[in-house]
């Protein structure tokens, strides 16, 4: 079978290498396949230009030669599996509530490509196909969400006046840039360090990766589950708006709010660690040819380089590429919040933050 998927793609037969891939019954391969039918569109819709279709096609080749290695060798070729519908998904276990929500994360990841596509078509009958996919799958998550474990988001309070439950909160991530030998004065740590102990004493649940992230785990994973996350504390500097990981998981952030300010603002719990003029047309235009730089670098190096880069390359490539294309919206979104200075954020033990927090573990109740 692995000859097989070789030999169609090869001859650029990328659906029907797909199908064969299928038998994996894989998320990985459900993701390429939404991934190249949405190729496909934007390619139809005229959209892409050719080096930016070849880029990306030559990606999704690279992907499935990759899930190409984990099929048997001389095998007949099996019946796909097919996955469960949401209405036949037990709700039974741990191990079966993050399979639920495995296959969520999946729908909305078509969900936002389909809306990307819908936001640049200009048929009336294709913008009609685009919102009618949008609302089916909006079904398939919320028929998914009703299985999940009624206790999964349990918000009740523990018996201690003024502390929280963190065995039955849900969790408060950090997304922050670390700190280095190259700061000078007070570490861009310091505050996150301080806001850490601060809740952690008040019994909040807390997800930190220099806490929380095992040896040899995976930092792409735990990126995930911030962008997932509805408690986000992001300490805003001048290091974080230039990293590539930390301006990811904000963009996460911001996909899984459907890219709507208000749902955004309701995740994120802002700290300006450093004095950053975001409305000032000089900062803007410094950032935006930042990241216009690293995409630059990225692009030419794919075009050299395609057949010699892994898929892992190919998803850091279109990380960036999101980040740039989203880089203003982000920080737009970042400016219009009241972040507050570090001095009136620290008051009362960082009252001010401990009862947005309250409140919003509340409204996720």
């Known amino acids: 079978m692995q000859d097989q998927v070789r030999q169609l793609i090869a001859e650029d037969a990328i659906e029907d290498a797909l199908k064969l891939l299928e038998t994996l019954n894989s998320d990985e ?16 819709n005229g959209v892409l230009k050719q080096d930016e279709y070849d880029i990306k096609l030559n990606r999704i080749k690279a992907a499935a030669l990759s899930l190409a290695k984990k099929l048997p060798k001389d095998a007949p070729v099996p019946t796909p599996v097919n996955n469960p519908s949401p ?7 741990s191990d079966q509530a993050a399979g639920i929500q495995r296959q969520i994360d999946l729908l909305i990841g078509r969900q936002n490509a389909i ?20 609302e089916q799958l909006e079904s398939e998550i919320t028929a998914l969400r009703a299985q999940l474990p009624a206790d999964a988001f349990s918000t009740k309070s523990s018996s201690s006046a003024g502390k929280t439950n963190a065995y039955a909160s849900p ?25 850490y102990d601060a809740l952690k004493a008040d019994g909040f649940a807390l997800k930190r990766d220099k806490m929380d992230l095992e040896y040899k785990g995976f930092i792409s994973e735990f990126m995930q589950e911030i962008g997932r996350s509805g408690l986000v504390v992001v300490a805003i500097s001048d290091k974080y708006l230039r990293s590539p990981y930390c301006m990811h998981e904000l963009y996460e ?6 890219q709507e300010k208000d749902e955004f603002s309701k995740r994120v719990f802002p700290i300006r660690v450093e004095s950053i003029k975001m409305s000032d047309p000089f900062i803007i235009e410094e950032y935006l040819a930042y990241w216009e730089e690293q995409e630059t670098k990225w692009k030419n ?6 057949s010699q880069l892994s898929p892992a390359h190919f998803n850091e490539y279109d990380k960036v590429r999101e980040i740039n294309a989203k880089f203003s919206e982000l920080l737009a979104f970042l400016q219009d919040m009241n972040s507050m200075s570090k001095k009136l954020l620290a008051q009362d033990d960082f009252a001010i933050v401990k009862d947005a927090v309250r409140d919003r573990i509340q409204e996720l109740g």
């Open 253 to 258: 952030i911001y996909r899984n709010s459907r």
């Open 301 to 306: 190096l794919v075009q050299k380089r395609a």
């Open 29 to 44: 391969v459900i993701l390429l396949k939404g991934q190249y039918a949405s190729l496909q569109r934007q390619n139809n």
């Open 87 to 93: 209405a036949t998904v037990p709700n039974t276990s």
């Open 115 to 134: 809306r990307e596509a819908l936001a640049v078509a200009f048929d009336p009958n294709q913008k009609f196909a685009y919102t009618h996919q949008i």
């Open 171 to 195: 969790a408060i991530y950090f997304s922050y840039a670390w700190g280095d030998s190259e700061e000078s004065g007070e570490s861009r740590e310091t505050i996150v360090n301080q806001l």
